[in-house]
């Protein structure tokens, strides 16, 4: 039981170049997130999926878009990379609509450059 | 933003002694809960508490919730070096999102 998984790890990449990150959870969870964590700042909601086909905007949705492959997986996508975007990504996932607990991935730190 | 606030940003504090956060937060909320955060690495859930209760223990954890105040607090009793952590504190409303603070520094000296 992995719990929820993040590729890559790091990444580095150049101004205007695109990129996605995989998010997998395996605990068959229905809602998954996605997070961005800036030094001071906590973490900030990107977008969200409360179940298998829908995906909603969070606090701070410019910039990104995301898939919601299935139950298991919820993609993020940077179509246009700008340095505002170098941050740590947090993936995470809840289960039943009474459970507020969230399972949290490793994080991918991206630098753009 | 509805982001909550930590306070204080920062607590350096010996081993065996107490650490108490606080967390206050903007709008009306179903629950709180806290994350511990050790460096470079995921979130970890440490405790959820509802809006209708007050208080509430998990082992050497003790959260409180005041809703008129909109504020919450974290005591870990008996501090260890492996306590030492980022602490945030998130709070969930009706809908599927959640609101992180900018979280606690802890540091507990051995």
């Known amino acids: 039981n992995a719990g929820v998984t993040q590729t890559p790890k790091f990444q580095v990449l150049k101004t205007g170049q695109s990129m996605t990150l995989q998010c997998a959870q395996d605990m068959n969870h229905n809602s998954m997130y996605w997070y961005r964590q800036d030094p001071g700042m906590g973490l900030r909601l990107i977008y969200y999926?409360?179940?298998?086909?829908?995906?909603d905007k969070g606090e701070v949705p410019n910039g990104y878009n995301v898939s919601r492959l299935n139950k298991r997986e919820f993609s993020l996508r940077l179509e246009s990379a700008a340095p505002s975007q170098t941050s740590v990504y947090f993936c995470?996932?809840?289960?039943?609509?009474?459970?507020?607990?969230?399972?949290f991935g490793p994080g991918t730190r991206l630098t753009v450059t | 933003s509805q982001q909550g606030e930590e306070d204080p940003q920062a607590l350096s504090i010996q081993e065996g002694e107490n650490a108490t956060m606080n967390c206050s937060y903007k709008?009306?909320?179903?629950?709180l809960q806290w994350y511990r955060q050790n460096s470079g690495r995921g979130l970890v859930h440490l405790i959820l508490i509802r809006s209708n209760e007050r208080e509430k223990h998990s082992g050497r954890l003790r959260v409180t919730l005041d809703t008129s105040k909109k504020s919450s607090s974290l005591l870990i009793t008996a501090s260890r070096a492996a306590d030492t952590a980022s602490y945030f504190c998130a709070t969930g409303t009706t809908g599927n999102q959640f609101y992180f603070g900018t979280g606690t520094s802890l540091t507990v000296i051995p």
């Open positions: 709008t009306s909320i179903n629950n």
């Open positions: 995470a996932s809840r289960g039943g609509h009474l459970s507020g607990e969230q399972y």
């Open positions: 999926s409360a179940s298998e086909g829908t995906t």
